[in-house]
């Protein structure tokens, strides 16, 4: 199994009184809130610990984008993952990714994840979400009735200009490029860099990801035993396609937090995972759903009850709305995995098996957790629990990780350390 | 009171519904926000005098998918047309209201051969930053009906399922309406429509409710400065966005009056 850190770079300064005075975290979040003084400490913490996870052998590290976010403060993830590239050397970086229909020209997206490649050696995963209704809608203003046929335009003109080796044009319905021909290239060339596609739980996506041979992310906040039914889902769906259960088709987002025992775990962790569930997703029922953005497919099924209403990540601010925002019933819901080394393994065993969930994407920073705190849950993690779950599904190869330039033949980076100005 | 008679006109590829009823000379209506998911009581009142002639637009009831096929607004406008035609109404009287009334002001402006004379009812296709539009597609689900009626019932009758309806394709269709609104529209309800208000030569008509909570009174003021023909501006007391809803008989006497 692979274990990824997964960063959201909340602001961890939300006030106390946040969710009585301010309607939303998200699209309309007042900028009062935001101190770009305390976001210089935040900014460089988070990089820290993404780094800290990286040295702590963790196979990946995250990010994501988010616009107008108080619990996302990476409008841009690849610039943080650009700067990842020359502070660690051998784990995955996992753009989560970039949400194509927000780029004009996509083939934006085309050049800076090659050149992320490339800086990397070829460790990128590059991932293409359509976005939240929040980011694309309402904080990027794109039509929601056009949103999907955008993505998907973008998606092809995305993957021909990693893929065609002559310059073309291209004639799409919502992009004309007289010239498509991107400097530079991905390294990852056979045939392009590993594309995942968080979704929610719609039957469009999983049948799209089969078909196209991508891994399908399911990146809820609510934990594996709502993810459950999703992931069942997903199984069902690929069975009946003809593909095999290869854990490394899906990806799923987890909580955890690890400490020598639960009681400590609780005293650790309490804070900042209330903080994540009260603050971080008080979001405006009012940005949940603009017309359009869910596919009439999608819809007819949710009201059928073909899928479990916890299977709609399109609707998180509803979601939100209904569920847990006090540790017990956080835990009791399973959103945050805790307690002692030997607790976390034997759930994170259960989540694995459970969902047959090969990618494994971490969230052991969360809502105003400080840093110390945080780099103690990853070493935790990384020492006492990550050696007794990665044999997970070693029988199954995974297909869909970055294949980068053999080690030998990479550029050697240069510890950095503070220049001293010698005196002239 | 008798049922209207129901046909249909197809636009690339998709059949538009269209109710017509009454007799006299030819009257088209264009609806607002959220279509004509019902015949309504306001459409009797302009029967009575005039053959009214009710296209729906695609997306909206009884205008089936055919807005997944249009996606600019030159799309949109020559969809319009090819559907004004078709249902007979080139050179007719036309009334519009709210998203109806942007597409009603566009013919009259491009087409102006098919518009006889012209009646607006709360317009979408401006925008002032100054003084903002609501947000129609982002409003709580509670606080959808009182945006767009004065008495927030009116548009609960409007949307509510009629006995028999099916209980997961009547929703869907609802929301396909909004859509349908959204695409043209989104995200500011703007189409720069005041370029070519100054080419709609037709006597025009500019009725607003007074208690409007999407589109603000002065929008009034800015299509009637901004339309070269004629034109009056007259509130309705008591109605909101969608006035003809919330006030029948004062806007068809309004209009039926305009157009006599």
Known sequence: MKLMWFHLMPYTELPDDFNKKHPSVWVDIHSSLFDPRRAHHMYNDFMDELEYAAECGFDAVCVNE??????????????????????TTDTALCVMGNSLALY???????????MIDCISGGRLIAGFPVGSPMDTCYAY?????????????????????????????????????????????????????????????????????????YVYCYLSYYGYKAGLTTMQGFWKEMEKLGKDRNPYRAGFLQFVGVAESRQQALDLYSEPAEYFYGRCLHVDPRFALPPGYTTEGTQRAGIEGMMSKAANIANPATKAALKATNMKDIVDGGYVLIGSPDEVIEQIRHVGTSLNVGHLMLLLQYGNMSKDTT??????????????VRDLFSDWEDKWWPKPMAKGQRAAVPAFGPQTVAAE | MSDPATTTVEVNGFSCRVWTKGSGPKLGFLAGFGGLPRWVPFLDELARKRTLIVPSLPGYPGGGLGHTVLDTHIDWVLAVRQIVEKAGLAGADLLGASVGGAFAAEMAAIFPGHVRKLALIS????????????DPWAQRRDAVAGIMCADPARWEALVAPPEGANSVEWPIEMTRASEAAARAFWPLGSTRLEKRLGL???????????????????????????????????????????????????????VLEHLS
């Open chain 1, 141 to 213: 203003g794109q039509n929601p009735s056009l949103l999907r046929d955008r993505y998907y335009e973008a998606h092809d003109l995305v993957k021909r200009a990693w893929t065609e080796k002559d310059t073309f044009a291209f004639s799409g319905r919502f992009n004309q490029q007289r010239y498509v021909n991107i400097w530079p290239r991905p390294i990852q060339n056979d045939p392009h860099p590993p594309i995942w596609i968080p979704g929610g739980g719609s039957i469009e996506t999983w049948r799209w990801c089969a078909e196209m041979d």
């Open chain 1, 104 to 114: 004009n020209p996509p083939t934006r997206v085309a050049e800076e994840f090659a």
């Open chain 2, 123 to 134: 317009p979408f296709g401006l925008f002032d930053e100054a003084d903002p539009a609501a």
């Open chain 2, 200 to 254: 709609i030569e037709a006597p025009t008509l500019i009725l607003w409710g007074d208690r409007d909570a999407v589109l603000p009174p002065g929008y009034a003021q800015k299509f009637a400065r901004g339309i070269n023909g004629t034109t009056r501006v007259q509130a309705i007391a008591g109605a909101g966005h969608l006035a003809y809803l919330d006030q029948p008989e004062a806007v068809a006497r309004a």
């Open chain 1, 375 to 388: 780099k103690y849950n990853t070493r935790l993690f990384a020492e006492k629990v990550m050696p007794h």
């Open chain 1, 66 to 87: 988010h616009h107008s976010n108080g619990y996302g403060l990476m409008p841009s993830p690849n610039l943080i993952a650009s700067s990842l590239a020359r502070r």
